[in-house]
Nanobody, 125 residues
Framework: QVQLQESRPGLVKPLQTLSLTCAVR??????????WNWIRQSPGNVREFVAA????????YYADSVKGRFTISRDNAKNTVYLQMNSLKPEDTAVYYC????????????????WGQGTQVTVSS
């Protein structure tokens, strides 16, 4: 069974940088045609698509709210997906989830196959 494990919670000040990792266990980033995603949910809000990288790693997609600030990447040898978050804003505060899907949509949907447990990212002065 595929399991996704995000890195531990982080607390940063506005404009600072934080990196998240998603360790994929029980599966390979290169074998299965999953898109690998970062989804977030802030208190009182619905889940929101943040970023995705295709199964081949050849393309990346971002929500407009994070485009230019966040970068999703992957290390196939380590079976790990990353999210580099630059210039963080208080509104980026949320629980961030790593998720995999076969739907191939650069937006939030209800068809993610695997979810991580989520990790809290707090941006506050």
């Amino acid at each position: 069974q595929v399991q996704l494990q995000e890195s531990r919670p982080g607390l940063v000040k506005p404009l600072q940088t934080l990196s998240l990792t998603c360790a994929v266990r029980g599966g390979s980033l290169t074998t299965t045609a999953y898109w690998w995603n970062w989804i977030r949910q802030s208190p009182g809000n619905v889940r929101e698509f943040v970023a995705a990288i295709t199964w081949s790693g050849s393309s990346t997609y971002y929500a407009d709210s994070v485009k230019g600030r966040f970068t999703i990447s992957r290390d196939n040898a380590k079976n790990t997906v990353y999210l580099q978050m630059n210039s963080l804003k208080p509104e980026d505060t949320a629980v961030y989830y790593c998720a995999a899907d076969l739907y191939s949509g650069a937006y939030y949907h209800e068809m993610y196959k695997y979810w991580g447990q989520g990790t809290q990212v707090t941006v506050s002065s």
